[in-house]
Nanobody
Framework: QVQLVESGGGLVQTGGSLRLSCAAS????????MGWFRQAPGKEREFVAA????????TYADSVKGRFTMSRDNARDTVYLQMNSLKPEDTAVYYC????????????????WGQGTQVTVSS
């Protein structure tokens, strides 16, 4: 069965950096667009970033543009989210997801989801 496993979350101070990874298995990874979403306590899940299957196109939420960078390594079936200049408002559980759509900001267009990894940014 398809599995997406996130890692790399943790506790970091404001202004710090983290790199999240999401490893896929049992998936024709290179044929899927991939996305990162996050959910803060008491809030709805929101889009963070997405990348096309060919990694030639990316899109970011305005709140993270210029600070976060999404990339993928199709040889390793893994996507990454490099997060720099972290802020307390970035605190959330971060989820990766896979979509048969080229790439999408709409969570309803994602077919598979990981279990999430916690990111906490202290002030």
């Amino acid at each position: 069965q398809v599995q997406l496993v996130e890692s790399g979350g943790g506790l970091v101070q404001t202004g710090g950096s983290l790199r999240l990874s999401c490893a896929a298995s049992e998936l024709r990874f290179s044929r899927f667009g991939m996305g990162w979403f996050r959910q803060a306590p008491g809030k709805e899940r929101e889009f963070v970033a997405a990348i096309s299957w060919s990694h030639t196109s990316t899109t970011y939420a305005d709140s993270v543009k210029g600070r976060f960078t999404m990339s993928r390594d199709n040889a390793r079936d893994t996507v990454y989210l490099q997060m720099n200049s972290l802020k307390p408002e970035d605190t959330a559980v971060y989820y990766c997801a896979a979509s048969t759509i080229l790439y999408s900001r709409n969570e309803n267009q994602y077919d598979y989801w990981g279990q999430g990894t916690q990111v906490t940014v202290s002030s």
